[in-house]
């Protein structure tokens, strides 16, 4: 999106694996991207990309409530993957592909390579233009993380996504992932870009009933507490990979959290739990806030400033 300032152009557009955003904001999996109404609210606040739930080939239920909790400094959830389905899903994603025009990336969950094919195949037909592989979900049985710390299965899913998909493929790692020789695998295997990071394993109980206050018991931390694992992560996959398409996410509750991941070296910037405190206004926040960080640095692009952190 360009935009006139006194005479100059600034450039919020940023390029992501062949995908175009209008600015680098993204929303993660899991928030809001469940259904076309709620992906179109997202179009309108200003996202630059659009992130669906993770989508399974059946429908699954998720867990019992409590599956969230706001512990003050970070948020914990076990959702449990809840998602109606590949093939219920579909009508939603074809209805989104047909009237939003911001780029919509599906997140797509499985337990094998077949039904991570199965579910990316849909999700291509029904119109998603690039897809993300949840490797990397830490409180789901059979799926993400599970499925992440098996190197070799997880090598062959990329593969075997890689080769049906003429979009871009990312894969959505956790911190157990983040380690240059896992990422170097996962890129060789076909993943155009990496997503990181995904929630941290974590629990939390409380004193007074003294039992663990997710039904799940462990879940995943995100939020402002995880930034500076994030900021580490997406930094060293920048050094490592200084091609690779990066979205970075893990703690965005604002303009200055998703600039220091820009600085670091994200492409794009994903915000998720922080809707939960500051609804879809953070979209447009975010954008403005980097507009003037633009003006006032006498920067012309976001692009100048994608792992500026790292020069020397
Ligand atoms: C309620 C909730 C549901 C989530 N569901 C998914 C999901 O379905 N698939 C996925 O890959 N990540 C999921 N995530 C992880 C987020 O996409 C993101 O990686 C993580 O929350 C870190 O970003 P944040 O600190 O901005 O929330 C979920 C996170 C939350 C808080």
Redesign the pocket.
């Known amino acids: 999106m360009g935009w006139e300032l006194e005479g100059m152009s600034l450039d919020l557009e940023v390029e992501l694996a062949g995908l175009r955003l209008r600015n680098p904001t993204v929303l993660?999996?899991?928030?809001l991207g469940s259904s076309y109404s709620l992906m179109k609210r997202v179009e309108e606040a200003g996202a630059g990309a659009i992130t669906t739930?993770?989508i399974t080939w059946e429908p699954r239920e998720g867990y019992q409530n409590p599956v969230?909790v706001d512990l003050g400094f970070g948020?914990l959830?076990a959702?449990g993957?809840p998602n109606p389905g590949m093939a219920a899903f579909k009508t939603e994603l074809k209805k989104a592909a047909e009237n939003i025009r911001t780029p919509m990336i599906a997140?797509i969950g499985g337990g094998d390579e077949g039904e991570f094919m199965k579910v990316a195949e849909h999700a291509l037909e029904a119109g998603c233009d690039g897809l993300?592989l949840?490797l990397?979900?830490p409180h789901v049985s059979g799926y993400g993380l599970e499925i992440g710390s098996d190197l070799q299965l997880t090598c062959r899913i990329i593969g075997a996504v890689r080769s049906v998909s003429s979009k871009p493929v990312f894969a959505?790692i956790s911190i157990h992932q983040a380690r240059p020789d896992v990422v170097s695998r996962y890129l060789g295997s076909g993943a155009d870009g990496i997503t990181a990071?995904?929630?941290i394993r974590a629990a939390a109980i409380s004193p007074e009933s003294m039992t663990p206050i997710l039904s799940n018991i462990f879940g995943?931390l995100?939020?402002p507490c995880?930034r500076p694992i994030t900021v580490a992560v997406v930094y060293e996959i920048r050094r490592e990979f200084p091609d690779a398409p990066i979205i970075g996410?893990?703690?965005?509750d604002g303009w200055r959290a998703a600039l220091e991941l820009i600085l670091a070296g994200a492409n794009a910037v994903?915000?998720?739990?922080?809707i939960a405190r500051r609804d879809l206004d953070i979209f447009g926040e975010i954008i403005e806030g980097l507009r003037r960080f633009l003006t006032g640095k006498d920067f012309k692009s976001i692009k100048e400033l994608v792992g500026y952190a790292q020069r020397l």
């Not at 996410?249 to 965005?252: A, H, R, T």
């Not at 994903?270 to 922080?274: F, K, M, N, P």
């Open positions: 993660a999996s899991g928030i739930k993770t969230f948020y959830n959702m993957l997140s993300e949840n990397s979900c959505k990071i995904n929630t995943g995100s939020g995880i996410m893990g703690g965005v994903g915000v998720g739990s922080a």
